[in-house]
């Protein structure tokens, strides 16, 4: 298969026109308006989507997530607390949020097809000191490591604690998904290793700057609550920074791929991710 986004192939990295459409079509969910910043932003909000019950009923489980060591977790490097645990969506309450029916309105139509589930996880930022996530596209990693080959995939992100300030939200550069940029070559680091601290697919730092021109010089800092929905085009450049508080910031997300962009062979890797950080087993919804 053509590779229309190489990567981590030279000493150098570069800019690459991106040449997936961000929305096939926009939802009856949605107000037209909501449809059309997503394409030209590369996010969106929606306050209070969920119900605080079913919320509510995640946060438990994320909890008894950690308590049971379901899922494959990746450890924070210094604290050596959970940082985040992938393959958890077979846990009831959040196939509650996952089958939800206007967030499938949504999402199917922004893909233009039917959608599997390529990633969940929770990540926990749980207190002081918990890392942050450096600026990069998860498609620059997902096209890289896992063999995803279009930009038709997006990823819903679930508050369920408070996303304040000061305790790392997330935040992202508006339209910066509408160019690829093309990470140079560094030594390849494990699966686990770049998930923990990523070492290889982080933009350089005048690239950042470019996306930082590009938008202004803004970026949009996502403060969210349980039971808000956060939508992500896959090759937003978004991170954040530590938890500067005692409270945690737990946070679900699912990425959803189309099914018209199934995972072939990694285009800039040697040693296949686990399943439960990139799915090749297609579950449909
Ligand atoms: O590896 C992943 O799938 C996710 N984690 C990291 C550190 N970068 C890309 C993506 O968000
Ligand atoms: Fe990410």
Known sequence: MKDNYPTRKNESGKFIERLTKTIYKTSDKLSYYSGDFYNENGFLVIKNFFLKKTISKCLVDSLDILKNKSGLSTMEPVLKTTRSVTGIHNINSF????????????????????VYIHQSRVNYKTGIGSNGWHWHSDFETWHAQDGMP????????????????????????????????????????SAQENFADQKEGIPDSDA?????????????????????????????????VQNMTPLPRTNFFVVFNSIENKLVHPFSCEKMRPEEMGARIIETI
């Open 150 to 189: 279009e930009m038709r995939c997006l990823t819903a992100m679930i508050p369920l604690t408070v996303n304040s300030e000061s305790n790392g939200p997330l935040m992202v550069i508006p339209g910066s998904h509408k160019k690829f940029y093309s990470c140079k070559r560094e030594k390849q680091a």
């Open 95 to 114: 196939k509650e949020i996952i089958r939800n029916r206007s967030l499938k309105d949504i999402v199917t139509s922004f893909l233009g097809s039917d």
């Open 208 to 240: 950042i700057e470019q996306f930082f021109k590009d938008a202004g010089n803004k970026v949009e800092v996502i403060k969210c609550n349980p039971g808000d929905l956060v939508l992500f085009d896959c090759n937003i450049i978004h991170g954040s």
